[in-house]
């Protein structure tokens, strides 16, 4: 149906491009038409980017970000061939835009040092007062700028982790509050561990979860797979990019991951499976 109405402009999570990159549907034969990709709502894992990047050189492609509660996209970033320069990781936010203020905070509430990873807190008119009859939500989320209590300041406390990188000030996204774990002592995003597995071409798609049980703290990876290597030559594989601390006990195969209404990997659904009676 794109094809066949010439649309030529594509806007929707990474998820969907990338399950139509398991599906060869977007290996430049296809979708011809289209000269802007915009995705945002999660991260892109580069690795998985350049492949679409490298499919459409005459596209230009458009990483945006922001939450609903702050009306929507806040940010915007073209990329070009020097973000792929190195493949691990997500593709930058770039910087917020003008009319929005932020904060990168740490666990206790205050700013971070320039390069050190936070919570992304974000400030301005377009800031939303809270959620409709949840007044326990809105009280953990839409807080007073805590760096002063001259005025009244609402503030959104996204739940991403980002870091500002002083060389060239872009915004970078690292994970979730919600999907950094504990694990042998460690801080670690479940995001950093998927970016590792989007490297390994045999790898399609890849969720990362976790357990407790027992007291003890177990990583599992979620694999849809372009072609079957054991677990051990997956581990082998990840050690080039990550500790041994932060690669998955176990892999679990499926044919594809299962997404959820807007497109996401739906990470519920994958606990159920696998771990019933457990919470991500």
Same mark, same amino acid.
């Given at each position: /149906?794109?094809? #066949? #109405?010439?649309?030529?402009?594509?806007?929707?999570?990474?998820? $969907?491009?990338?399950?139509?990159?398991?599906?060869? #549907?977007?290996?430049?034969?296809? $979708?011809?038409?289209?000269?802007?990709?915009?995705?945002?709502?999660?991260?892109?894992?580069?690795?998985?980017?350049?492949?679409?990047?490298?499919?459409?050189?005459?596209?230009? !492609?458009?990483?945006?970000?922001?939450?609903?509660?702050?009306?929507?996209?806040?940010?915007?970033?073209?990329?070009? +061939?020097? &973000?792929?320069?190195? =493949?691990?990781?997500?593709?930058?936010?770039?910087?917020?835009?003008?009319?929005?203020?932020?904060?990168?905070?740490?666990?206790?509430?205050?700013?971070?040092?320039?390069?050190?990873?936070?919570?992304?807190?974000?400030?301005?008119?377009?800031?939303?007062?809270?959620?409709?009859? &949840?007044?326990?939500?809105?009280? +953990?989320? !839409?807080?007073?700028?805590?760096?002063?209590?001259?005025?009244?300041?609402?503030?959104?406390?996204?739940? &991403?982790?980002?870091?500002?990188?002083?060389? &060239?000030?872009?915004?970078?996204?690292?994970?979730?509050?919600?999907?950094?774990?504990?694990?042998?002592?460690?801080?670690?995003?479940?995001?950093?561990?998927?970016?590792? $597995?989007?490297?390994?071409?045999?790898?399609?798609? +890849?969720?990362? $979860?976790?357990?407790?049980?027992?007291?003890?703290?177990?990583?599992?990876?979620?694999?849809?797979?372009?072609?079957?290597?054991?677990?051990?030559?997956?581990?082998?594989?990840?050690?080039?990019?990550?500790? #041994?601390?932060?690669?998955?006990? +176990?892999?679990?195969?499926?044919?594809? =991951?299962?997404?959820?209404?807007?497109? /996401?990997?739906?990470?519920?659904?994958?606990?159920?499976?696998? !771990?019933?009676?457990?919470?991500?």
């Amino acid at each position: /149906k794109v094809a #066949a #109405a010439e649309c030529t402009l594509w806007f929707s999570v990474p998820s $969907l491009l990338m399950f139509l990159q398991t599906m060869k #549907a977007t290996d430049g034969k296809n $979708l011809r038409s289209i000269r802007r990709f915009v995705f945002g709502g999660e991260g892109y894992p580069k690795a998985k980017l350049k492949q679409l990047y490298d499919a459409y050189p005459n596209s230009k !492609f458009i990483n945006v970000y922001g939450p609903t509660e702050c009306t929507c996209i806040c940010s915007s970033y073209q990329l070009g +061939a020097q &973000d792929f320069l190195e =493949l691990q990781g997500l593709p930058p936010l770039g910087q917020i835009a003008d009319n929005f203020a932020y904060l990168i905070l740490n666990d206790a509430g205050q700013p971070v040092s320039p390069g050190e990873p936070g919570e992304l807190c974000l400030l301005g008119p377009n800031v939303g007062r809270g959620y409709y009859n &949840d007044p326990e939500r809105t009280a +953990a989320s !839409f807080v007073q700028n805590p760096c002063h209590d001259k005025y009244q300041e609402w503030m959104y406390k996204t739940g &991403d982790l980002v870091r500002l990188n002083p060389a &060239d000030s872009k915004l970078y996204i690292s994970g979730r509050r919600d999907n950094q774990i504990k694990h042998q002592g460690y801080r670690i995003e479940l995001e950093e561990i998927e970016a590792a $597995l989007a490297c390994l071409d045999y790898v399609a798609e +890849a969720a990362v $979860l976790h357990t407790t049980s027992n007291g003890l703290s177990r990583i599992h990876a979620v694999l849809a797979m372009r072609q079957e290597f054991s677990d051990e030559q997956i581990r082998t594989d990840l050690k080039r990019f990550l500790p #041994a601390y932060m690669i998955p006990a +176990a892999f679990y195969r499926e044919a594809a =991951l299962p997404k959820n209404a807007n497109g /996401k990997v739906d990470r519920r659904l994958l606990v159920e499976k696998y !771990f019933p009676g457990q919470s991500q």
